[in-house]
């Protein structure tokens, strides 16, 4: 009688099925961190050869330099001393000591007597007056012994006048700046449409006389026009209207 025959076959034994999707986690896992790993590790010497390529300036192996490598070292040294040197030179130039200050507050006192001694001397007083400002010195000249009202054409009597200024800035290397001003009254015509225009035109006029008139350098000269927004007293009055209407000729000083 054969017993095996009547033996039941016993099942073989196999892993949960949850373990084989544990397995494959396990496994994904420990390739993840082989890769962050590998990828951690730096060539020292791939490290090293990279710098100094780009140390060398060598980017483009297809295109090389026309100057040695030694060569556009030295040159490269060379402009980043003399960048160090203009930006040290600029630094020391805008370094104003209070001594230097002193000596331009000095300059403008003086500029200013210089200046007041010519008007009173000339006779100009009742038509010029000179101030100091933070830019410089400032003559004030009325709309009246320059212009007609509402023109920017300089009037015969003005010319004697502005030949005095031209020997006084003729003496005087100072750049000079010439603003136009004018009251509120609102201005439309063909030729000034604003008073915008009419303080610009009437700023150019006298910048115009003294460059051709006078032979005076234009490169000195600058020309501003602000119609009615710098007024030197309120518009309240005829009288004060007419002080606010006047062209400006400021001396600047000799470092602006």
Not at 76 to 96: A, F, Q, R, V, W
Not at 163 to 181: F, R, S
Not at 203 to 221: I, K, P, Q, T
């Amino acid at each position: 009688m054969n017993l095996n025959r009547n033996r039941k076959k016993r099942p073989k034994k196999e892993a949960p099925l949850w373990m084989v999707t544990y397995s494959d986690m396990v496994t994904l896992i420990l390739v993840f961190f082989i890769l962050l790993f590998s990828m951690s590790q730096i060539d020292a010497e791939k490290l090293k050869t990279v710098t100094e390529s780009y140390q060398q300036r060598v980017i483009l192996d297809y295109y090389p330099s026309a100057v040695e490598l030694d060569q556009a070292s030295n040159l490269e040294d060379d402009k980043d001393e003399n960048e160090s040197e203009g930006m040290t030179e600029i630094e020391e130039t805008e370094e104003l000591t209070p001594h230097d200050l002193e000596e331009q507050v000095d300059e403008l006192e003086r500029l200013l007597q210089q200046i007041e001694e010519y008007i009173r001397n000339e006779g100009l007083s009742d038509v010029i007056s000179a101030t100091r400002t933070e830019q410089g010195v400032v003559l004030v000249l009325q709309e009246n012994v320059l212009f007609e009202s509402g023109e920017a054409e300089l009037i015969g009597d003005a010319l004697p006048l502005l030949q005095k200024v031209a020997t006084l800035l003729e003496n005087i290397p100072n750049q000079v700046k010439v603003e136009g001003h004018t009251d509120p009254r609102p201005i439309r015509t063909n030729r000034f449409p604003s008073n915008w225009e009419l303080s610009g035109a009437r700023a150019s006029s006298v910048v115009r006389y003294f460059a051709e008139e006078e032979d005076l350098e234009a490169e000195r000269f600058q020309i501003s026009g602000f119609a009615d927004t710098r007024p030197i007293v309120p518009n309240d009055s005829s009288e004060n209207m007419k002080k606010n209407r006047r062209v400006e000729i400021i001396i600047l000083e000799s470092t602006n």
